[in-house]
């Protein structure tokens, strides 16, 4: 059993989220008021590639056998992001003033962040143990760059459009995906790689 083409895919979902990132930059930076079914239909494809990766990372470390407590980590932050990214596409519908919300939504996603960190510094085998050390701190910077660059980006009076790129820092936590998701390639086609089971349960490929 080869998981080469599931690795693929894995590269693939990444690569969808980095443009769905760059084409709400876009969107947000040069087009004002365009159509708003349209912003939730890629809103809701950003949120399933998004949660795609997430899953990927999830099976890796399932693959090489890590502590239940980190796939657990990963799982409650797969089911997190689902919760709170789908609220926060609807709220708008059913809260007149959502920054409350917003505020908190932000908080609980910082500790979920550096749970989640924390555990993935825990991984052990060493293929994926310096891909998921890198996730955990490009996560944590992304995170607490965009709850507080607005913040300081605000006292210095710093443009809208500069303002807007700030969100384009989530992208680096992937790059650390598609790390990992190499090396889980590499490693599974090695002569040396003994295991057969598929990077999935009933894999397909």
């Not at 293929?127 to 995170?143: D, E, H």
């Amino acid at each position: 059993m080869n998981n080469k083409p599931a690795t693929q895919i894995a590269v693939i979902a990444v690569f969808l989220q980095i443009a769905m990132q760059l084409i709400f930059q876009y969107i947000g930076t040069n087009l004002f008021g365009f159509n708003e079914y349209l912003r939730y239909f890629l809103s809701g494809l950003s949120i399933l590639t998004y949660l795609l990766v997430l899953a990927f990372l999830l099976s890796v470390l399932r693959y090489y056998n890590e502590k239940n407590s980190i796939a657990i980590a990963f799982g409650v932050y797969i089911i997190f992001t689902t919760i709170n990214n789908t609220v926060n596409l609807t709220i708008g519908y059913w809260m007149a003033n959502p920054v409350t919300y917003y505020t908190i939504s932000s908080i609980v996603h910082f500790f979920m962040v550096l749970y989640v960190a924390i555990m993935a510094f825990m991984v052990k085998h060493p293929v994926i143990r310096k891909g998921f050390a890198l996730f955990a701190i490009l996560s944590l910077v992304a995170t607490i760059a965009v709850m507080f660059l607005p913040m300081l980006f605000g006292l210095l009076n710093i443009g809208f459009k500069a303002y807007r790129y700030i969100y384009l820092i989530s992208i680096l936590p992937l790059i650390a995906a598609i790390i990992i998701f190499n090396k889980t390639g590499e490693d599974t086609k090695s002569p040396d790689f003994l295991s057969d089971k598929p990077l999935f349960k009933n894999d397909p490929f």
